[in-house]
């Protein structure tokens, strides 16, 4: 069925489910304003995209939004299907880093939000293109080292700070120390039981650090040397061994990814500060937040995170928008942050975090995001860079010829970034 | 397919005239059949042919062969050693000689333009004394070892599911107490969503799973297996799960193979003094030969379409062990956002299939007259 006849039978339906219980009385039918969302599998974050929706369905009778919520396993692949066969929804989300890709491809439409409304957002959080605003976040997301200070005591490690990192010596120690005490199953809690979006943003900075990158940034034109170089093959030769050395589990189930950390299974685990409020819950003023450490070039986190965009075939863009306008009020963005642990985007929502701001638990991870950010490659050609990475991690991990191993995945970049004519702008 | 087979065998030429009403009764099937199976097989076909993109669907061009040469593109190279100043082969320290990496052969500026590009899959003849190795490199090693896996799979699985599923057959045919509670048993897997299967099996494969526990109880000193993170045990896992869901449909079809076999023929041979085993061989198996053709095609269909197990278990992994011709074609075309390149490998795929009906079709036709 085509999507106007969609619509048209919904507004149909809608209509009828109006007249009736309302006895007769006629009453215009609001716009169906469909949205697709990645949040399917988690609970909290979907409970407050839904009260927006919820909230601003009550507020006015023009448009009624309708949340679809997908697995974030296949949420791109959804996007990209329905994108091929114009059957966009109205207002998407987004991983940050494909915006670029998204609005390469004639998916997105600029936002028309008055600018008093998003200057007070951090940049990250603003997928800006050419001087137009497409996306936008309410909320932004950062990586860190999650331990306690009595693990490091306990092992005799030295605490690290971002001026003073782990160099990759103290860090390999570290974890060899971790595995060795014979209190751990682990030393390090990956989450590499995710698929997808996780390898290249939690992942992709360790190749980073060393010096390696998933595409030459000098015009983003070839891989060759920046994912298959000495600096990317000694990534690929140290992230090997910590799976082929035992330091972190091949092949992490969902139950040590979720409470491996927690349930003091595992000495450290590098993960998102979404998971920060279960940690303290846990271990309250003994955890410990490190920074990355430095492995060669500098430390490296990955920046960037979901981000509220609207498409171009949206028939009611302007609804659209005032959906979005009425999301980011600082109300729904303190509890976006709060509920979830994130960072919040602005200085109203900052006020009210329990957890981010001077002296609060997790401002080290506000330090992080503030100064060791490496953006993932702002290019049209990201999400496949993102699954060649996540392919190439993966078997290198499995046990894959390192060497081999980034060759291919660099000569699979090579060919689509060809076969695109390297993403030069349509006309 | 079973079509195809009909119109080709030299029977006399099919007449419009005389068979209106069947005609006209196939006509839906006929039409549905056009648009849901014979158009998408012909614009793969095209689509084969082009360069398009996921993201670009818009103005494909025509790229000629370059998507197949791509695919099946293989060349074999004989490298020679590195040598010393004085010209003689360079060896380490265990006396083997020291090749060049096979990379500087396949970079992007070779001199061989022919390997560009191109990546080892198989080395073998290694000379010692003149310094020379034999490499085979392929273009898309992804390719080559999505096809082995998946015959492999097919291989394995269409005798085994087929087999097992008429052994559960037979057991669920005697005239047992509760045979019916036994019958819905082995059926219950069939009406679970292979995901769902998927999902399960997932939690007794695992390295801390059901299965490794239940292996540990009875052998102490066993080391647990992370069934589908290991190379070698990837693929048996997915066929062993795959077998697990798919065969009490394969029971159901046989069983309604074996109550098609009148009951006086069994009564004959038992008056002849023939034993089970002959009743079996000599009336049962005869009276299965119809039963026999659709099974086989049924499973080899299925199984060389082996794609949700995969998608959902391994995405291919462990180092491509798992990878099928139907997931490599979902990956490129969605992941890697080829669609160009992924629908020359469903059309591969295609070919493939076709083949191996037709040739399953020439060889048990005998069976089905």
């Known amino acids: 069925m085509n999507p106007k006849r969609r619509l048209s039978l919904a507004v149909v339906f809608a209509t009828v489910g109006l007249i009736v219980p309302a006895a007769g009385v006629a009453q215009a039918a609001p716009a169906a304003i469909t949205m697709w969302t990645h949040n399917g599998g988690n609970a909290a974050e979907l409970a407050d995209v839904n009260l927006t929706v919820k909230d601003f369905n009550a507020s006015q009778s023009k448009y009624k939004v309708i949340v679809k919520a997908f697995p974030q396993a296949s949420y791109n692949d959804a996007v990209a299907a329905a994108a091929a066969s114009n059957n966009l929804p109205c207002i998407v989300d987004s991983d940050a880093p494909n915006i670029p890709a998204w609005v390469y491809a004639g998916y997105l439409s600029p936002l028309t939000l008055p600018a008093s409304l998003t200057k007070p957002f951090v940049p990250a959080v603003k997928g800006i293109i050419n001087g137009k605003l497409y996306s936008i976040g309410t909320y932004n997301a950062a990586v860190g080292l999650f331990t306690t200070k009595t693990i490091l005591a306990e092992l005799g490690l030295r605490t690290p700070t971002i001026a003073n990192p782990w160099t990759l010596a103290e860090f390999n120690d570290a974890m060899s120390k971790a595995k060795a005490s014979g209190k751990f199953d682990y030393a390090l809690e990956l989450g590499n039981n995710n698929t997808g979006e996780w390898w290249p943003y939690f992942y992709s900075p360790f190749l980073q650090s060393f010096g390696g990158d998933l595409i030459n940034r000098a015009g983003y034109k070839t891989a060759e040397g920046s994912l298959n170089g000495k600096a990317a093959v000694a990534w690929g030769n140290w992230w090997q061994g910590l799976f082929a050395n035992g330091l972190s589990p091949k092949n992490e189930t969902a139950d040590q990814h979720n409470n491996g950390f927690v349930t003091g299974k595992f000495a450290f685990a590098w993960d998102g500060a979404w998971d920060g409020p279960n940690f303290l819950k846990k271990y309250g003023t003994d955890l410990a937040i490190l920074p990355p450490p430095n492995l060669g070039t500098h430390p490296v986190i990955g920046g960037g995170s979901w981000e509220w965009a609207i498409t171009r075939t949206c028939s009611s863009s302007a609804g659209a928008n005032a959906w979005l306008a009425y999301a980011i009020q600082t109300k729904y963005l303190i509890k976006f942050a709060n509920d979830l642990g994130n960072m919040p985007v602005t200085p109203a929502a900052a006020a009210a975090s329990p957890f981010f701001g001077p002296g609060k638990p997790f401002a080290p991870l506000q330090d992080f995001s503030a100064q060791l950010v490496t953006l993932r490659p702002p290019t049209p050609a990201y999400p496949i860079l993102a699954k060649v990475f996540e392919n190439a991690a993966r078997a290198i991990k499995d046990g894959g010829d390192v060497q081999n191993t980034l060759d291919g995945a660099v000569d699979t970049i090579n060919t689509v970034l060809k076969s695109n004519n390297f993403y030069k702008t349509k006309k | ?369």
């Open chain 2, 1 to 369: 397919m079973i079509a195809l087979t009909e119109i080709s065998k030299k029977r006399k030429k099919i007449n419009f005239k005389d068979n209106k009403i069947g005609w006209l009764f196939a006509l839906p099937a006929v039409i549905l059949l056009l648009f849901f199976t014979v158009l998408p097989i012909a614009l793969s076909l095209t689509l084969g042919f082009t360069n398009a993109q996921l993201l670009e669907t818009s103005n494909p061009k025509f790229v000629g062969t370059q998507n197949f040469k791509s695919l099946l593109g293989m060349s074999e190279f004989t490298l020679h050693a590195s040598r010393n100043a004085d010209g003689s082969v360079a060896k380490d320290e265990h006396g083997k000689p020291v090749f060049p990496q096979v990379r500087s052969l396949t970079r992007p500026d070779s001199p061989y333009v022919h390997l560009r590009g191109m990546q080892e899959i198989y080395r073998f003849g290694e000379n010692d004394k003149s310094g020379t190795v034999h490499v085979i490199l392929a273009r898309d090693p992804t390719f080559w070892r999505s096809m082995t896996n998946t015959l492999f799979f097919a291989l394995v699985v269409v005798p085994l599911q087929g087999g097992l599923g008429l052994l559960l057959a037979l057991l669920v045919h005697q005239k047992l107490k509760g045979r019916n509670i036994f019958r819905t048993i082995y059926f219950i897997p069939t009406l679970t969503s292979m995901v769902v299967v998927s999902l399960l099996w997932q939690f007794l494969l695992q390295q801390n799973g059901m299965i490794n526990r239940a292996i540990h109880l009875v052998i102490p000193g066993y080391i647990n297996i992370d069934w589908l993170g290991n190379t070698h045990t990837s693929m048996y896992a997915i066929i062993g799960l795959s077998i697990w869901q798919a065969v009490g449909y394969h029971m159901i079809i046989w069983l309604g193979g074996l109550q098609t076999i009148p009951e006086e023929l069994y009564e004959a041979a038992r008056t002849d003094g023939a034993n089970k085993w002959q009743e079996f061989r000599y009336v049962t198996w005869p009276g299965l030969r119809h039963t026999l053709v659709f099974v086989l095609i049924t499973i080899t269909i299925a199984a060389l379409g082996l794609f949700t197990q995969i998608n959902v278990l391994t995405q291919g992994g462990p180092l491509n062990s798992t990878s099928t011709l139907v997931y490599q074609t979902f990956s490129r075309g969605y992941q890697e956002q080829q669609i160009g390149a992924a629908s020359s490998i469903s059309f591969i795929f295609f070919i493939l299939v076709l083949i191996i009906s037709l040739l399953q079709r020439i060889l048990t036709r005998k069976a089905d007259q």
